[in-house]
């Protein structure tokens, strides 16, 4: 429970699963730590009050739950300086985009990205596709060679071992 009491640091904690946010959500109330949820189905309004309540507010949120993809849409989250990416997806940009949430301008703390894997399980597999993907986009950027962003059948093939 202290972590987080009475010190400079606050958390952002990112997994594309709702559920697992409400879970989360459940064990931090549980231990009295406050927090704010920013999902698809807040506002644009309530989402940047809680954004700059989270950014500016001492006594606010120690704790924001975000969503992947409502992560993804321009949201800056400087009042955190840990993140917690709980769970891997396919598309890496994704997972960039949400960690670029507390590391842009404006700044002042230290920023400190945790990445949960579970070992042995499809995760992995979706890493080794990560890891393909970037690969991929860097051979676009490079102008090596034209690839699709969408996810194919040979992919999909790879994370089930079909």
Request: aromatic share 6%.
């Amino acid at each position: 429970m202290g972590y987080f009491k009475g010190e400079n640091k606050q958390g952002v904690v990112v997994s594309q699963w709702t559920k697992m946010l409400e879970i989360v959500g459940h064990h931090l109330s549980d231990r009295g730590i406050s927090h704010a949820v920013i999902q698809g189905n807040i506002p644009a309004k309530k989402r940047m009050d809680l954004v700059d309540d989270f950014n500016m507010n001492p006594d606010g949120a120690q704790v924001m739950l975000v969503s992947l993809r409502a992560g993804g849409v321009g949201l800056n989250l400087i009042g955190g300086n840990h993140l917690f990416l709980l769970d891997s997806h396919w598309n890496p940009a994704l997972e960039e985009q949400a960690c670029d949430r507390i590391y842009r301008i404006g700044q002042s703390k230290n920023v400190f990205i945790y990445r949960f894997l579970c070992k042995d399980t499809i995760e992995e597999k979706i890493l080794g596709l990560q890891t393909s993907k970037l690969s991929l986009a860097k051979a676009v950027l490079t102008g090596c060679e034209a690839t699709s962003k969408k996810l194919t059948l040979n992919d999909l093939r790879m994370i089930f071992g079909v």
